[in-house]
């Protein structure tokens, strides 16, 4: 149990879902690539001591329905029913840029974003001109970015950075040039909000990537930089796996099932 310094809880935000995902959408050289394999979306946000700190902020969703997803909950309605106004949160960690992660950008007026300079540099350079590497970004929420830049409410931070108390982030590639994960210091220890660094579990329990990604080498040494910042295995959060729904309890006192508490111990371990 962790006992000094600001605690955290971890909320996740369950926005949207595909059903229609197979195996070989997921992994390579997958050996049953038809069965079936549902991709969950999720944001988050970490609430401590009256402070909210909001990572990732979904999806829109005419660019959910675009690229074949299913909407199912606005994060900023999921961040209200936690209490947390996104008028007024002053504090957003974007893991990478993404079109399901940057979502909902201008619904944050007061807040102030960090994330990875490599993930700026890659998403404006000339890697861009790959269809390969650009499909999972949007240009105008690219533009957005920069704009956010120009008027300097975005910290292009370096490879570690501590965001608050209790909260870094750190730099492990693969899945884009920019992606970080997120150590969160909560009651029960040192969490790891992977984002996409693990869509599911599985690319953790196997040593495999998944199947969207800049750098396979990177995308695979980032679990054991996962191992080295969590306390413990069932101190893991993947992005997009359904076992998260199965693992974690609904936030208390809301009624909504698509909003979980993350930073209490899963029912039944986490990854294996």
């Known amino acids: 149990m962790t006992t000094k310094g600001q605690i955290w809880r971890i909320y996740g935000i369950r ?3 595909n059903e229609s995902r197979t195996r070989g959408n997921n992994f390579i050289l997958e050996a049953d690539p ?11 946000v970490l609430i401590g001591d009256g402070r909210a700190i909001v990572v990732d902020t979904g999806m829109d969703p005419a660019k959910a329905a675009k690229h074949g997803h299913t909407h199912l909950l606005s994060p900023v309605e999921g961040l209200a029913a936690l209490g947390v106004d996104a008028a007024t949160a002053d504090t957003v960690i974007l893991t990478h840029a993404h079109y399901d992660h940057l979502g909902f950008l201008d619904a944050f007026p007061a807040a102030h974003f960090h994330m990875q300079a490599e993930e700026m540099a890659y998403v ?15 240009p105008d ?6 704009h956010l830049l120009h008027d300097g409410r975005l910290t292009l931070h370096g ?14 590639g693969g899945h884009c040039a920019g992606q970080e994960i997120v150590r969160v210091r909560t009651e029960r220890g040192f969490v790891v909000l992977a984002s996409d660094a693990l869509h599911y579990y599985e690319e953790y329990e196997r040593g495999v990537p998944f199947a969207v990604l800049f750098n396979a080498s990177e995308m695979i040494a980032a679990h054991d930089v996962i191992r080295s910042l969590a306390d413990g295995d069932d101190h893991v959060l993947p992005a997009h796996d359904p076992r998260i729904a199965e693992l974690y309890p609904l936030a208390e006192g809301l009624g909504m099932k698509h909003i979980l508490r993350l930073d209490v111990a899963p029912e039944r371990g986490g990854a294996s």
């Open 34 to 44: 038809t069965a079936p394999l549902t991709l969950d979306f999720y944001s988050w």
């Open 141 to 146: 929420e690219i533009v957005r970015l920069v």
């Open 15 to 17: 926005h949207a879902v």
């Open 124 to 138: 404006t350079g000339p890697w861009m001109e790959k269809p390969w590497f650009r499909r999972a970004y949007e």
């Open 159 to 172: 490879r570690e950075a501590e965001i608050a108390d209790g909260v870094s982030v750190h730099w492990v």
